[in-house]
């Protein structure tokens, strides 16, 4: 049966109880390979179906999910998202969007044909393997990997909605693990294109090399503030981290501390920061969110000015706004809001100015899960890195850490570079920035 | 959950593909969560998650595919796309399966297959917010979560193996947020186990409001934590997160098979400081980390990791022993029927000692006292770890000074092993979800309140 029928029969459940709701389904087929000491280590081959409902009934709202698609799983599934609506506390601005649209992605743009064969992607994971371990050095290569993935979303409401998102990803990864005498080190690093031809070995095995050689000499550094850039990987996943401060949800609940700063200056003048979901070169690349509202491009801060929250249509009911396009919903989850894929406006610094002096280049942070508080901002993380002088890496740096408060660090901005870079994994766009005064200890 | 000649069907056709070993591993999950904020139930959601795992084994290849679907033409047709590579002249096939139960030594009596018990779930959580408003009038938010789970697991491999068994988690959280002007800080009190909901004639509401209002008005006050080389005391209970990560994940054969441990090379050598004695063990009774049988079918254990400071055993799976020669300790584990198995811990924790915690203190003239710990991470192939402090105190001339905050610890394995000095009585385990190459699990970390001589720690200050 086809998902569309089963979507139909789920519905006309839900409205025969008297609700209204919206469901979910979302399928997968994924290829994963790994490689160990030239031979293929892990082949994984995979196909998945889930099921995810929303009820709303007397305004109260409770969800469900089945992986199992049996007629008596699918029937359990509206029950139990019936039963969970009854103890629910009634919530006036989470509603059913009246929505009629019939909305789907470019397979053109984000599920071209994949023509490549299994034995090139396994060739890949090998080759990559093989050429990172017979550099100088290298101990092993414990991580690798070639990924390849098609995913699909549909999206169905007892409005008429119906939505179908489809894109397919392919991705290549490793870490090496160095070691020379006493000292050891672990760098790695991936890949992502939507074309499997797209990746390029060599270009991965150099960099992933090239950065732990240069690690294996890491010492710390002395204790002290110091000016502070943190590369294209780090910087997104920084702002992820404290990626609660753009939260409408958060603000709902009372837990986002920027909740009465719309408005303020809560960042460098210089700073301008925006959800930008529509670039189709990025792997955030939404075009509607999961309540089914089309997506826009939306500044979070504009010249250092908090100018938006993100909101799905019920954080945005609450405040007497509209959705911004930021619903979030999986199978297994309920409503949320989330942002797509982060665009930092590059600034005017050329890269002699940024680098100018003394400045310490992080490359690599732990404990991001851990060590950080997005109510208050602060945080302390394990770091590595480079301690620089006009720009020439004159240290590796590892063994430390850096600590600070985030919010404030927002207003510590030193310059902003002008060429903006992608993360590899393609979800964020940004310069780099210098920070000025981070405490780091060593 | 899968018809007995399916698997016979599926596992005959994996041999005669030619793989050395074929497993069947079949799951359904029942799930529950009651989600409560300001005073309120914000969510109650439920779930069933089903699916077939395949795990085919050519030589040291793993070859793994799982779908939702139970047709024995479906399986096959995975395990045909699985082996494309890899067939070869067919091995004899599966003889007979030999069904065995394990023995159940974790009861469970209000399952959620018997009742979602959400009314009570809602009752204990409202109770916890009202006694932590109770507590202080600085509380200004609560976050209550109940989650319960029940997995039903169902096992056959072509070495005759059949069994089953069903696995009943819970687990109770309340968050508390203490507000003074734009100061907020967070604090937390969590219990679970492997038993159904009964565990609330062990959980008093009360406690539960009482502990993370006490851990979120603290930090609230808490000043900067002083930065750099210094001695810590660290608590007991979750305290243990140093020992899972400095050197539990290092002895997975996962991370030893692939000499990605530093550990890899050092069986029966002094790793550590011969106060440390350490166990990971899948018996103690209703423990989050339990397990009757690993996810490969194999009865757990209790397993010595280290014993006065020398290396005694790894943790061992299936793959792990064809690959380091070692026993398999019963360590296979995975989070659900998406993964292949590795070698996993399971209630992790370094045996107590006989300092007295006034003792430790008293021994230090600058440090920090780590009452509680938050998460934190390892990479194994350097040992390096990290983790967060999210109760901690400034110590000075042997005696506690004041709360301090945004603290990290970090170290290597290696190193930290060697400077735990002095090992306390005060016992206890605390439940984590570990993540790693099999996903998610429930573990178990503990410790009595220890001391480490030297570590980095972060700080502001």
Redesign the interface.
Known sequence: MLARDEADQILTRVREAGAEGDLIIDQGQALSLKA??G????????????FGLRVIKDGR?????????DPE?LQ??VQ?ALQ??S???VEPNEKILPNTAQLKTDDALLCPDDTAS??AK?DLALEIEARLASKPKV??V?YNGVQDGLGERQLFSTAGLSALSRSRSTACFA?A?LEEGEN???EGLGQVSRQFSELQASRLVDSVYQNALDMLAGKEIA?GRYDVMFDAEMLPSLFQVFAMMFSGKSAK???N?MRDKIGSMIADPRLTLRDNPLATTGFGYALFDDEGTPTQSLNLIEEGQLTSLVHNSMTGSHFGLQSTGHGTRGP???LGVGLHQLELVGGDAEQTALTAGRTVLITDL??M???A?P??G?????ASGFLCEDGERVQAV????????FYDMLSRIDLIGAEQHWNWERSALMPSIRFSDV?I?? | MLELNTAETVIDHGLSLGADFAEVFVERSLTSAVNTLSSQVQAVESGIDFGIGLRLVFGAKVLYGYTNKTAADELKRIMIELAAKDQRDPRLGLVAFDFSSPEERHPATRTLSLDADVESKVAYLLASDSAARAASNLISQTRGMCRQKEQHVEIFNSEGCHTRDVRNYVRATLTAIAADGQEQATGMWSDGGLLGWEIREHVDPKKTGDEAARQAVVNLGAKACPSGRMPVVIGNGFGGVIFHEACGHLLETTSVAKKASVFHDKMGEMIANEAVSAVDDGTMVNEWGSINIDDEGMETQRTQLIKEGRLTSFLVDRMGAEQTGFDRTGSGRRESYKYAPASRMRNTFIEPGDADFDDMIGSIDRGIFAAQMGGGSVQPGTGEFNFAVTEGYYVEDGKIQYPVKAATLISTGPAVLKEISMVGRDFSLACGMCGSVSGAVPTSVGQATLKVDDILVGGQG
Request: glycine share 10%; aromatic share 6%.
């Open positions: 160990k000491d031979e293929l280590e892990e082949h994984k081959v995979t196909s998945s179906q889930v709202v409770g969800t469900a999910y089945s992986e199992a698609a799983s359990a599934l139990q969970n609506a103890y629910a506390a299994i034995d396994i101990k092993n414990p870490y693990l050891n080190a672990m204790s609940d009372g837990v501390p297994r989850s309920t732990t404990g899960h851990s060590g508080n109510i208050s602060e945080f302390s993380f394990g590892r063994g430390i850490t850096v600590a600070g408060n405490s200890s060593g």
